[in-house]
C-alpha cells in the first residue's frame, strides 16, 4: 500500500507541476504543445514500463489484436477520448482556462459515482448522494450565472468516464493500453508538430527548446505511469482520496500563472468544493472503520489462541 500512495502522491505532483510547466512552451501554440508531449511521452513511458516490469503488457495487447483485429477501433476510440484530454491539458493553461479545467477534475470523482451506480450498479452511500446533490447545485449555479458551463469543464468530466469505462469494458486499463493510445495518437501529434511556422534550425539556435521538450515527456510519463500504477496497488477508497491532491495542484498551478477567480466564480465552485470535501470525509471514515474492524479481529484471534494455549 504504501508503494501506491507514493505512486498517487507523485502523479498528483507531476501533473501539477506540468500545469505551471506549460509556461515554458509558448513558443509553441496549445496543439503543438500537445504533439511534443505524445511524442516526447512515448519513448519515456517506454523506459518507464522497463523498470516497472509491465514491458510485457505490450506484447499482450498485440497478440489480442492478432486474435481478435475487432480490437482495434475500440482501441481507436480510446486513443481518442485520452487524446482530447492531454491536448487540454496543455492547451488550457496557456489560454487562461486552467482553473475551468481544474473545475472538471473536481467534478470527474462524482461523475464517475454516477456511472458506477448506474452502469455497474454499485452502492451509491448517502454522503456520495449528499455529494453529488451539491456538486449538482453548483453546476446549475453556473449555468444561472453565464447561461453556460464551460465546455472544458464538461469535456474533462465526462469525457475522462467514458475514457475509464471504455478501457475497463475493452480490459486495456493498464499501462500496456496506455502505451497502444499513445502509439495511436503520434500520427496527430507528428501533424500538429509540422503546424510550427518557425524554422527547424530554431532548435540549434535555441538548444534550451530540447530540454524543454525533453522535460515534458519525463513529466508526463512520470505523472501519468505512476497514476495507472496507483490504481492497480491501491483501495479505491484511498486511491480515490488521494486523486484528489490532483485538482487542488492544478487551481493553485492556475493561480499561479495568473489566473483569478472571481466573486461571481466563487459562488459556483464552493459547493463542488464542499462536495469534494463530503467525500474526503466519507473516506476518511470508511478507513477508520475498516481498521477499527481489523483491530477487533486482530484481538479476537489473540484471545482464541490465548484461550486454546491455556486449555493445552
Known amino acids: ?27 509553441f501554440d496549445g496543439s503543438q504543445a500537445f504533439g511534443w508531449r505524445m511524442i516526447s511521452l512515448l519513448p519515456f513511458l517506454t523506459v518507464f514500463m522497463c523498470f516497472t516490469k ?6 499482450e495487447i498485440f497478440q489480442r489484436i492478432c486474435r481478435d483485429p475487432k480490437l482495434i477501433l475500440g482501441m481507436i476510440a480510446t486513443a481518442i477520448l485520452g487524446g482530447l484530454q492531454l491536448w487540454l491539458f496543455l492547451w488550457a493553461p496557456m489560454h487562461g482556462r486552467g482553473m475551468q479545467v481544474s473545475l472538471g477534475y473536481f467534478l470527474l470523482p462524482l461523475v464517475l459515482v454516477l456511472v458506477g451506480s448506474v452502469v455497474y450498479k454499485e452502492k451509491v452511500s448517502r454522503l456520495q448522494k449528499t455529494a453529488v446533490l451539491f456538486a449538482l447545485v453548483g453546476v446549475v449555479i453556473q449555468i444561472w450565472q453565464v447561461g453556460s458551463i464551460a465546455w472544458e469543464t464538461i469535456l474533462v468530466a465526462v469525457g475522462y468516464s467514458a475514457y475509464f469505462f471504455l478501457r475497463k469494458a475493452i480490459q486495456t486499463d493498464h499501462l500496456g493500453g496506455f ?29 534550451q527548446l530540447i530540454v524543454v521538450i525533453a522535460g515534458l515527456g519525463i513529466f508526463s510519463a512520470l505523472g501519468l505511469g505512476s497514476y495507472i500504477l496507483a490504481s492497480r496497488y491501491l483501495p479505491m477508497v484511498l486511491f480515490g482520496l488521494l486523486s484528489y491532491l490532483e485538482p487542488v495542484l492544478l487551481a493553485l498551478a ?59
Open 179 to 207: 502505451w497502444f493510445d499513445n502509439v495511436l495518437m503520434l500520427p496527430v501529434a507528428f501533424y500538429f508538430v509540422s503546424t510550427w511556422a518557425q524554422p527547424w534550425h530554431t532548435f540549434i539556435d535555441q538548444p
Open 254 to 312: 492556475s493561480l499561479a500563472i495568473g489566473e483569478r477567480l472571481t466573486t461571481t466564480q466563487i459562488w459556483g465552485y464552493a459547493p463542488i468544493w464542499f462536495a469534494v470535501v463530503i467525500l474526503i470525509i466519507e473516506g476518511t471514515l470508511h478507513l477508520y472503520k475498516k481498521r477499527q474492524h481489523r483491530q477487533l479481529w486482530l484481538t479476537k484471534i489473540a484471545k482464541s489462541a490465548e484461550k486454546n494455549s491455556k486449555s493445552s
Open 1 to 27: 500500500m504504501v508503494q501506491g500512495i507514493i505512486f498517487s502522491v507523485l502523479a498528483s505532483s507531476m501533473f501539477g507541476v506540468l500545469y505551471f510547466y506549460s509556461q515554458l512552451l509558448h513558443v
Open 54 to 59: 509491465d514491458i510485457q503488457r505490450i506484447t
